[in-house]
Nanobody
């Protein structure tokens, strides 16, 4: 069964950290670029960080550069998003997505929801005092 499952969301205070996980199954994980996206209420989907299949090529949106770190463990079919110094404006539903034969910048820049091959169901991140 083809799927991506996000986990690790929750409620944190401003300045705190969270690590999200995206576990994949049912497809050749190492051949896919994986991206993290988020969507806040009333806003469009934003590509945050994407990582190539090998993990050697990364892309970060300006809004998270220096605070978020993406990594992957192909042996575990999992991609991680370490989020530090969280802000209230980081509150959103966070999704991971996968697409084969595309670079991280191209995946993160896509605005067409059908561009990725697969999407996860999302995990809620709330940053509030």
């Amino acid at each position: 069964q083809l799927q991506l499952v996000e986990s690790g969301g929750g409620l944190v205070q401003p300045g705190e950290s969270l690590t999200l996980s995206c576990a994949a199954s049912g497809f050749n994980f190492a051949s896919h670029t994986i991206g993290w996206f988020r969507q806040a209420p009333g806003k469009g989907r934003e590509g945050l960080s994407c990582i190539s299949g090998s993990g050697m090529s990364l892309h970060y949106a300006d809004s998270v550069k220096g605070r978020f770190t993406v990594s992957r463990d192909n042996a575990q079919n999992t991609v991680y998003l370490q989020m530090n110094r969280l802000r209230p404006e980081d509150t959103a539903i966070y999704y991971c997505a996968a697409r084969k034969d595309v670079g991280p910048y191209r995946l993160c820049s896509s605005i067409d929801p059908d561009y990725p091959d697969y999407w996860g169901q999302g995990t809620q991140v709330t940053v509030s005092s």
